[in-house]
């Protein structure tokens, strides 16, 4: 009887400890997701220099604040009716460098 307790006693721990494990990673995920994270605008397809973007060229996406680059432009409404200085391929994160001042 007392082996039985004894198991029951272990298995009630590991379960709380596993319980607590579970919820402090998900609150310490949710709060560093909320404050390290950066608006960037990446291309949706391929484009050529002096093609001027449109909304429709474009898509939002939040990444870690430190993988970001320093430069990056943080919303789309910032490239809207400004042309591309060069060729650009699809997925690539836009710099204000890559953008002509309209």
Do not use: W, Y
Not at 32 to 37: G, I, P, R
Not at 62 to 91: H, M, Q, T, W, Y
């Amino acid at each position: 009887m007392g082996a039985k307790l004894l198991k029951k006693d272990i298995k009630c721990r590991l379960l709380f400890s596993s319980l607590a494990f579970f919820a402090f990673h998900s609150f310490s995920a949710d709060s560093q997701a909320k404050s390290d994270l950066q608006t960037v605008v990446r291309l949706s397809r391929d484009v050529t220099a002096g093609t001027v973007a449109t909304q429709s060229l474009l898509q939002e996406d939040k990444i870690e604040r430190r993988l970001a680059p320093l430069n990056a432009v943080s919303g789309i409404s910032e490239c809207v009716g400004r042309a591309f200085k060069r060729n650009l391929p699809k997925g690539r994160v836009i710099l204000i460098d890559d953008l002509d001042n309209p």
